[in-house]
C-alpha cells in the first residue's frame, strides 16, 4: 500500500557531497516524522537524522554541521544533504516515514530499502 522510494547514493571521495531523496507514495493520509538511518557492515543500524511535519530537526552527534535534513511535505519527500563526507559515513542509508495509510487509521512505520552510499579516502 505504501512504497517508500530512495535515490542519489553512490561512490564519493572523501569531503564531498552527496543528497540523498526519498520520496513516499501510496494511499496515504498524512506522513508524520521521516528520517534517515544508516547501517554499515556488522553495525546495527541507527539514526542519521530526523525531521517532524513541522520541521523540527535532529541528528545524530556525528553528522551534525555536515548533514542536512529537509522535507517537501507536499510531495511526501524527504531529503537528506550530505556534505564534507567521511570514510566512516559508508553505509546503506534507511529513508523512514511513520505514515497513516487510508484503510489502517493509524501511524505505521514504513522503511525504504536503502540506498549505499560509500565514501573513499
Known amino acids: 500500500q505504501v512504497q517508500l522510494v530512495e535515490s542519489g547514493g553512490g561512490l564519493v571521495q572523501a569531503g564531498g557531497s552527496l543528497r540523498l531523496s526519498c520520496t513516499a507514495s501510496g494511499n496515504i493520509l498524512s506522513i508524520n516524522g521521516m528520517g534517515w538511518y544508516r547501517q554499515a557492515p556488522g553495525k546495527q543500524r541507527e539514526l542519521v537524522a530526523g525531521i517532524t511535519n513541522r520541521g523540527i530537526t535532529n541528528y545524530a552527534d556525528s553528522v551534525k554541521g555536515r548533514f542536512t535534513i529537509s522535507r517537501d511535505n507536499a510531495k511526501n519527500t524527504v531529503f537528506l544533504q550530505m556534505n564534507s563526507l567521511k570514510p566512516e559515513d559508508t553505509a546503506v542509508y534507511y529513508c523512514?516515514?511513520?505514515?497513516?495509510?487510508?484503510?489502517?487509521?493509524?501511524?505505521?512505520?514504513?522503511w525504504g530499502q536503502g540506498t549505499q552510499v560509500t565514501v573513499s579516502l
Open positions: 523512514n516515514g511513520r505514515i497513516w495509510v487510508v484503510s489502517q487509521g493509524f501511524f505505521s512505520d514504513y
